[in-house]
């Protein structure tokens, strides 16, 4: 049994991976979160409490952290800004929480000694054309695009740094597309989902030609939980589970699995600067530790997908109006 710090506890993956360590170990979980505009408290509900307390304060109140890093065994550092159409808007929180939040979590480690896992994505990497038969691997050069994804790769810079300078006891993940329950409505497959819920036509980007490699949540949990305890130290590994489909593609099975016309959604305004495709290879956390996805079905997880939405109205109905006004202010 270890005593769990998770930042960004009640965020989407931060959340689902609370709800995976409750449900698969015996550890404690105490997640630090600031509660911006993605996080939800709700997210943590119906978990026990005497095994996750939810204390809300930022990753970059160094006091707080030391205090926090002084009764942890392990850190999973999930907290981020995360979403790629904010950082076109105003970059600044993302540089505030990605790097100095990141910074001074590994200050904290460095002095704890704590044994630290820094959750990233694949878009540090940068895109891959739709043809490359090439996916990303652990020494694919980093070439980020946006604000948001030049800040992960800042912060997995600073992670590499504080491993080989101070000898902090860190490893990295790098994960593709993540969906399930507990994802903000202005993400791709929510805003998409609850559309179709309110009668609403989904937005699609561009041509939709763009592709994702999509990953359910719960595999990137029983991930991190693999490299957190079986991962070597100073390494960074890929998390993917062979999900590739293009933006179109996935609109039209949501569309089809809600009983509407699958043409039945609009193209509209491109994403500045956006990433044609991602693809993973997760070869060395496959072969080195063992780790297999349970959800190989991308169909069946969006069904339950689906079904969380609309089962879970309550918990998204608050957030949906801002985000299409947000959205419509672009023309998306
Ligand atoms: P999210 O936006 O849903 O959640 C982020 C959480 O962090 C929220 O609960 C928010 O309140 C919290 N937070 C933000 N700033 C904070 C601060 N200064 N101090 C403490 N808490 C703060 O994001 P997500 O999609 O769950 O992503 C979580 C992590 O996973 C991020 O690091 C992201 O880069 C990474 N990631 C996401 C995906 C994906 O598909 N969503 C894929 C790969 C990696
Ligand atoms: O690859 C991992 C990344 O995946 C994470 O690092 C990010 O935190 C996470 O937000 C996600 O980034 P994307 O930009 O790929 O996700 P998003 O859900 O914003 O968009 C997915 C794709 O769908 C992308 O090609 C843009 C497109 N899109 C998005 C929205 C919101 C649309 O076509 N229409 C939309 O309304």
Known sequence: MARLLVTGGAGFIGSNFVHHVVSQTDHTVTVLDKLTYAGNRDSLAGLPEDRVRLVVGSIADADLVDALFAETDAVVHYAAESHNDNSLNDPRPFLDTNIIGTYTLLEAARRHGTRFHHISTDEVYGDLDLDDPARFTESTPYNPSSPYSSTKAGSDLLVRAWVRSFG???TISNCSNNYG????????????ITNVLRGVRPKV???GENVRDWIHADDHSSAVLTILERGEIGQ???IGADGEESNRRVVETILELMGEPPDAYDLV???????LRYAIDATRLRRELGWRPRFQDFRAGLADTIAWYRDNEAWWAHAKDGVEAFYASKGQ
């Open 205 to 207: 980007y561009g041509t």
């Open 236 to 238: 960074t590994y890929l």
């Open 181 to 192: 329950p507990y994802q903000h409505v202005e993400k791709f497959i929510p805003r998409q």
């Open 168 to 170: 902090v006891r860190a």
């Open 269 to 275: 305004a491109d994403r500045a600067g956006h990433d």
